[in-house]
């Protein structure tokens, strides 16, 4: 998958995102990461 972003939306957005990540151990390892998808829409975290 190639796709282009600004790199500053694609920092702020990450971060936003992985602040609702758990951390914690013993969290299931499928809530730990952050899925990456685009689509025609865009892209989505």
């Known amino acids: 998958m190639k796709f282009r ?3 500053d ?10 602040r609702s990540i758990p951390t914690r151990p013993g969290t299931l390892p499928q809530l730990a990461g952050i899925l990456v998808t685009t689509g025609p829409d865009g892209l989505t975290l």
């Open 5 to 7: 972003v600004d790199r």
């Open 9 to 18: 939306l694609l920092a702020e957005a990450v971060a936003w995102t992985a």
